[in-house]
């Protein structure tokens, strides 16, 4: 049995293809997700069979952080006794609980990160660290030895044989294709990488989107509910077109049908690199690997002060997705099969 802990809503599109391929195979496999953001709801839109586990949402402190962690760990840990003799490899992208959980009970553990300036404490636990190829395995010191890297982006993974439908853009966006359709993903204020200097810039790249109202259209993620109410106000006073999907969205064809992206880190402004959408950092925490790697090959522009703002351009794109290698994916399938055999044998 394969064992993969999904503990945020990115994760969910990492492990898709990956859970379909053992699937197609026969392999028994455990699948359990936090209950935070959309990750839950994603899973069963996806159709994945997932064991909700874990409280409600996050806290803002460091010692609510620790509980959410250490009670999620818990339950975990009772849910792998449940099929301690059944399961061979544990596996997740980076789940803090999980490496706790697989650990008290001795379980194989495999990780995927691609943010090495995240807390990297657990990483002594695990057997092997799979990463972005442009992350230098020397970031991990003396657990070096454990990193394994794969021929692409984590990104890649997903992309590489995603299922753009064009009938599937919602109506609030195909109702404004005349004008430059920008997807905005705001700085997370949650996150142990939050920086003031996104904030500062956030609020200029707003006012951007004001001076050029007439022309644009803008579609906002928020990551909070008490940030999404700001914003509605904010632009709303501000007079600004914009649209706050609720529910599930499948948030890659969006990207892919948009003209650009701009976003204060995370996994959306990638995502539109490896599409070829023009795609936009403003993101001021210290910058991975990955990131600076697609800024040197002219894939994402970083906004780090006002004077860079003229860098973005609202302008219509046409043409289809770029299309995205498989390589990465097909490396990774066949790690996670011959460890998943060799912890079977």
């Known amino acids: 049995m394969l064992w993969i802990d999904l503990e945020n809503a990115p994760h969910i599109w990492i492990m898709w293809p990956i859970i379909q391929y053992f699937r197609k195979r026969g392999i028994s496999l455990l699948l359990t997700a936090r209950r935070f953001s959309y990750t ?12 909700p586990v874990g409280p409600v ?49 001795r379980i194989p553990m495999l990780i995927m990160d691609d943010y090495e300036y995240s807390n990297q404490f657990f990483v002594r636990f695990v057997d092997k660290l799979l990463v972005p190829f ?14 394994v890297h794969y021929p692409g982006l984590k990104e890649e993974i997903y992309l590489a044989n995603f299922n753009f ?8 966006i195909l109702g404004k294709k005349e004008k430059v359709v920008i997807i905005f993903r705001p700085e ?46 904010y632009f709303n006073e501000l007079g600004i077109d914009f649209w706050i999907p609720h529910g599930i ?13 701009i976003g204060g880190g995370g996994t959306m402004t990638r995502e539109a690199a490896v599409l070829g959408v023009p795609s936009y950092s403003f993101f001021s925490g210290k910058w991975g690997g990955v990131d600076n790697y697609l800024e040197k090959v002219g894939k994402l522009v970083r906004i780090k002060s006002d004077s860079d703002l003229n860098k ?28 998943l055999q060799c912890s079977q044998g």
């Open 249 to 261: 969205i499948n948030g890659p064809l969006i990207i892919a049908f948009s003209d650009l992206v």
């Open 40 to 51: 839950v709801d994603l899973a069963n839109y996806l159709g994945l069979q997932i064991q």
């Open 134 to 147: 442009p992350i230098s395995k020397e970031v991990w010191g003396k657990y070096s030895r454990k990193v």
């Open 188 to 233: 997370s204020r949650l996150a142990h990488y939050y920086s003031y200097q996104s904030s500062i810039l956030q609020r200029m790249i707003i006012k951007k989107f004001a001076a050029n109202k007439d022309r644009i259209f803008v579609v906002v993620f928020p990551r909070e509910k008490e940030q999404e109410q700001e914003l509605v106000k």
């Open 165 to 172: 439908k064009s009938e599937e853009i919602p109506k609030e």
């Open 312 to 339: 973005i351009k609202f302008e219509k794109r046409t043409g289809p997705p770029q299309e995205v290698s498989t390589e990465a994916l097909e490396f990774v399938l066949k790690f996670v099969e011959e460890y």
């Open 57 to 105: 949402g996050t806290r803002k402190s460091k010692i609510g952080k620790v509980w959410i962690l250490f009670s999620r760990a818990v339950e975990l840990w009772d849910i792998a006794r449940s099929y301690k003799k059944q399961i061979k490899l544990a596996f997740s992208h980076g789940s803090r609980a999980q490496i706790i959980a697989a650990k008290l009970h």
